[in-house]
């Protein structure tokens, strides 16, 4: 029997975003590995070993995976949101590279997942509308001048912006300063949707102008989307609708 | 009865990257409204009045939604990929700002999809795995200076790019254009994957250096991937591996 290994997107939260693929795949598998919160996202079956480990472990888990694949077992790692983006698709191909070479003729595919930043704009409306980016401000893995470097960047392009692991225990001050870099570069008061828990019982969405954010409405499960120049607010009963017009004047 | 509008994002192409809340959504819906091609994906049924309409009408086909929303029907907007990027939560928001004040009070939910660029990616391996930008191409809605303006600045970041609307009929040059700015700001040969009709039978994926792209290898139904400068190729049997690895060194 063949194994293989899916490196596969679980989507922010809700079953209601999770892709029939995705679905399909952790059917066939014989084996989930992925970081605790997101396999206990996967409903145990007899046939099906799960492999939870711990966070920032993300290459031994993606050694593990290929070893297993490669002794013909069907592994799905899964990861929350999509796969692709600041999670383990990445890590899953740094082992492929760095590891034997029998390694890459494993079959290996990705399923695509609906991203913390997508599943947040839209709850919020349509801010990331027009161009954007998107930024991990965790600097456990690039240094903290080249985030600087690309958040005056990416407001000078005026992009959207989303940004991923805003804020954690072990990085209290970095949103901090994100926030004062914003806010010298920017020089208004855009929108600031913080989104948390997207699509789960724990969902919190809030807008604040860019001169009322503050690093404590973001925590380790809140996205953050900065509006452009160009980004609206449309005012009505309950939440406001913040969305980015499709067109940019001359 | 209550109407509301949802605008659903139907994904690249492939039903098993609809999303369950989407599919839900469908089956409750009395009244479908999208371009042509996004409609005929949406399987007829008694009871649901399926309204396909052009391209470049996208105002037209919003405010209609939401009069008949207003009229109490349930109507789903319908785009491809996920509707906050590039499609049509934006058109139906403006049309919201613009319209009398009890659209405002309408039920309106936007449900995310699976968006071009990350299918795209996963075919691909994980090209978007660190930092990245999105950027569409048309200068139909925006100045061609403000393009250019965002390329050499998205390359000064070093984000990862992936660029919709790439190239159509009525506007041959301008992606000829952008491969040059590109070309000058990179001055080295970073993978450029030309991902086609992803998740459709038609589905085309062909990856090149940056030095060997032509405009041509782009059509109306492409996403262009193109890597920031520590972007890899993993050579093997059949197509390559192009990812980005998660930290940037000092």
């Known amino acids: 029997m063949s194994g293989w290994v899916v490196i596969a997107g679980l989507g922010p939260g809700s079953d209601a975003l999770v892709t029939p693929e995705v679905t399909v795949a952790l059917a066939q598998a014989t084996d989930v590995v992925g970081y605790v919160p997101y396999v206990a996202r996967v409903a145990p079956r007899a046939g099906l070993v799960l492999h939870a480990s711990d966070n920032r472990v993300e290459l031994d888990r993606a050694r593990h995976a290929l070893e297993m694949a490669a002794a013909g077992r069907r592994v799905v790692v899964?990861?929350?949101?999509?796969p692709?983006?600041?999670?383990?698709?990445?890590?899953?191909?740094?082992a492929v590279e760095a590891g034997p070479d029998a390694w890459r003729d494993l079959?290996?595919?990705?399923?695509?997942?609906?991203t913390a930043m997508l599943a947040?704009?839209?709850?919020?409306?349509?801010?990331?509308?027009?161009?954007f980016?998107?930024?991990?401000?965790?600097?456990?893995?690039?240094?903290?001048?080249?985030?600087?470097?690309?958040l005056r960047l990416a407001v000078e392009a005026d992009f959207a912006m989303a940004f991923y692991n805003p804020r954690s225990k072990a990085?209290?001050?970095?949103?901090?300063?994100?926030?004062?870099?914003?806010?010298?570069?920017?020089?208004?008061?855009?929108?600031?949707?913080?989104?948390?828990a997207v699509s789960t019982p724990e969902e919190?969405?809030?807008?604040?102008?860019?001169?009322?954010?503050t690093p404590e409405m973001a925590d380790m499960r809140t996205v953050v989307i900065v509006?452009?120049?160009?980004?609206?607010?449309?005012?009505r009963n309950g939440a406001p609708i913040v969305y980015t017009p499709r067109f940019t004047p001359e």
């Open 227 to 235: 509006g452009s120049s160009l980004t609206r607010i449309i005012a």
């Open 84 to 94: 692709g983006v600041f999670a383990m698709a990445s890590a899953v191909f740094e």
């Open 171 to 196: 990085r209290p001050e970095g949103f901090a300063r994100a926030l004062d870099v914003l806010r010298a570069a920017c020089g208004d008061a855009r929108p600031v949707i913080f989104a948390r």
């Open 78 to 82: 899964v990861s929350s949101g999509d």
């Open 204 to 213: 919190a969405i809030r807008t604040v102008p860019l001169t009322e954010a």
């Open 120 to 131: 947040a704009a839209a709850r919020a409306g349509a801010p990331l509308g027009h161009d």
């Open 133 to 150: 980016c998107a930024i991990n401000l965790s600097d456990n893995l690039k240094p903290w001048t080249l985030i600087e470097k690309r």
């Open 107 to 114: 079959d290996i595919r990705v399923l695509p997942g609906i």
